[in-house]
């Protein structure tokens, strides 16, 4: 589809385009809105609020450090290993002001995994969370890290309250295992002698690496997509075109689940939040859902960022359905698909609807969404501004309307390349600048899209494509299901055969032949599953996608077909 298709697609008030280059970097949009919104709230953690005044003021002591105190220079690596606290984003403008390129790293990353990521970006400096220094004390030597900063997690705190927070953390949960970094210095020292020290703010040119944000760790090694200036700058300007009156500026309260540390939350809240001056609400640990509603019971939140899966579990919760969502108007959903169970819930409980976007590491990362007013259940919606999507055959011919093929994206927020690996860049993107996603799509007559699976999760069932989205959103409708996922198992008859996953909501029963008979309504022969698995909690990422993958290794194990 060319640009021509895509242009009368936007509903009005949403401009079909974006100028990337209306901002030279990220410094400069930092810089006009900490001015222009310097008296209001950016980030909230433990009781604590930030203004954006204040962000700036230490994310300037934070550059000055690293430019007075460092040997660091522009273009050098900087490992930022931090959960939601207000450090975070402290220490991320802060990098980027002196130059610096942040690689987003894990919190619960292990030793292997941080040595594999310090290494292949050549990191030479890391911030960390005091939790996981026995990690860094681990790996440090094995790497180029030379510079390691160290904080707890009130330290941005007042005093009193600083030093009770972490000496509960410390001292009764026992969550800081002994670690000894002789050479690392502390966070709070760090502000210290870069406060009232001049900050020489960097120039990079919109198409240098801004940040590393590594990918395809669920798929294999891990690799560092490189997102420029420009990248960042364009995919805050459509988020922003995207969202159009439904978010103003400078008044709207966010809630912050989703660890900034990870794409969908480090562009839209760090970013496009920053871009017009809202206020972030960081949740530290999600999991924790009592904590995290108790948080939600505090604020008048107008935006929520989320997942399939943190919807359901929110929806689950008797506490979280019982507060105040009257000023609730903007929920936003990517990461994994939406069910269309949990999006009805969802409304239901909230009186808001989610509307659903697609992107990926590689593309900084949205790349389409669902216009807040002309929502499609069911579809990843329109592209974003100044982006064109097509549909591909295998062999890489471009499909008609409504035929099925690999979703292709093109636009200024497609990542550079990865990091020191022109092989698998190659393979991603085209000559004339179209990455391919490896994900299934249909492209509708109106413009909206539907994934209809990854191409690497069908499931091949007597010579049919089965997609396991289609099958857990079936499933999902199914009363007592709270997780499900569906793989395809080898099968000498059919190829594969199907084999779905279920976790039961508490209190909830639920059997093979109930679940049979509900599939059996629901799909054509072929679809239904030949083999069900109750189990206690399925494997996922971070940020709770489930690992079909994991799932997948388990069974070819039993079968003997995977070491």
Same mark, same amino acid.
């Given at each position: 589809m060319n640009e021509d298709f895509w242009k009368d697609k936007y509903p009005a008030g949403i401009a079909p385009e974006i100028n990337p280059d209306e901002y030279p970097n990220i410094q400069a949009v930092l810089k006009q809105s900490c001015q222009r919104f310097a008296n209001k709230p950016a980030f909230s953690n433990l009781g604590k609020t930030i203004t954006y005044g204040e962000l700036y003021e230490l994310s300037g002591a934070f550059a000055a450090y690293l430019q007075q105190h460092t040997d660091l220079k522009p273009g050098d690596r900087i490992a930022v290993q931090l959960p939601n606290v207000l450090q975070y984003p402290v220490a991320v403008f802060g990098a980027i002001r002196a130059g610096l390129i942040v690689v987003n790293t894990n919190p619960l990353y292990t030793a292997r995994e941080m040595e594999h990521q310090f290494n292949d970006s050549g990191a030479k400096a890391l911030v960390c969370l005091a939790n996981m220094a026995h990690l860094a004390e681990k790996v440090v030597p094995k790497t180029a890290v030379k510079h390691v900063i160290v904080t707890e997690v009130a330290d941005l705190l007042p005093p009193l309250k600083r030093l009770l927070i972490n000496s509960v953390i410390k001292y009764v949960k026992k969550m800081v295992p002994a670690y000894h970094l002789p050479d690392a210095i502390k966070f709070n020292d760090v502000l210290a002698k870069g406060h009232g020290q001049p900050v020489s703010d960097a120039s990079p040119a919109s198409g240098d690496v801004a940040v590393l944000q590594y990918t395809g760790g669920t798929t294999g090694v891990a690799k560092g997509a490189m997102l420029t200036h420009r990248n960042l700058v364009a995919n805050m300007l459509q988020c922003k075109a995207? @969202?159009?009156?439904?978010?103003?500026? $400078?008044?709207?309260?966010?809630?912050?689940?989703?660890? /900034?540390?990870?794409?969908?939350?480090?562009?839209?809240?760090?970013? =496009?939040? @920053?871009?017009?001056?809202?206020?972030?609400?960081?949740?530290?640990?999600?999991?924790?859902?009592?904590? @995290?509603?108790?948080?939600?019971?505090?604020?008048?939140?107008?935006?929520?960022?989320?997942?399939? &899966?943190?919807?359901? =579990? /929110?929806?689950?919760?008797?506490?979280?359905?019982?507060?105040?969502?009257? =000023? /609730?108007?903007? &929920?936003?959903?990517? $990461?994994?698909?939406?069910?269309?169970? =949990?999006?009805?819930?969802?409304?239901?409980? &909230? $009186?808001?609807?989610?509307?659903?976007?697609?992107?990926?590491?590689?593309?900084s990362p949205v790349a389409t969404v669902n216009p807040i007013q002309h929502i499609q259940i069911g579809t990843i919606g329109i592209p974003v501004p100044s982006t064109v999507c097509k549909v591909i055959a295998d062999d890489g011919t471009e499909l008609p309307l409504g035929e099925t093929g690999e979703l292709c994206v093109k636009g200024p927020q497609v990542m550079k390349g990865y990091w020191q690996r022109e092989d698998a860049t190659a393979e991603m993107l085209d000559s004339e600048g179209w990455l391919k996603t490896g994900d299934i799509a249909i492209i509708q007559p109106d413009g909206y899209m539907r994934i209809v699976d990854r191409k690497k999760d069908m499931i091949l069932v007597s010579g049919f494509n089965v997609y396991p989205n289609e099958l857990e959103d079936v499933l999902a409708g199914l009363p007592g299901v709270l997780q499900c996922a569906a793989i395809g198992v080898p099968d000498e008859k059919s190829g594969e055969i199907i084999k779905i996953f279920i976790v039961v909501k508490p209190g909830a029963t639920l059997t093979k032949d109930q679940v049979m008979e509900h599939m059996r309504a629901n799909v054509t022969a072929y679809k239904v599953p030949k083999l069900v698995e109750f189990r206690d909690a399925l494997p996922t990422t971070n940020v709770g996608k489930i690992l079909r993958r994991e799932l997948r290794d388990e069974e070819l194990k039993k079968l003997g077909l995977k070491k």
């Open positions: 995207l @969202m159009g009156s439904n978010l103003n500026e $400078g008044c709207e309260i966010l809630i912050t689940p989703l660890p /900034l540390y990870h794409i969908y939350a480090f562009t839209f809240h760090c970013m =496009a939040m @920053m871009l017009i001056g809202n206020h972030n609400i960081l949740i530290s640990n999600p999991r924790d859902l009592p904590a @995290m509603v108790k948080e939600l019971s505090k604020w008048k939140f107008s935006g929520f960022v989320g997942l399939n &899966t943190l919807f359901v =579990a /929110l929806c689950n919760n008797e506490a979280f359905r019982k507060l105040d969502f009257s =000023a /609730l108007k903007v &929920t936003l959903s990517g $990461g994994m698909a939406l069910q269309l169970a =949990a999006a009805e819930r969802w409304k239901d409980v &909230t $009186g808001c609807g989610i509307c659903e976007g697609y992107g990926m590491t590689e593309t």
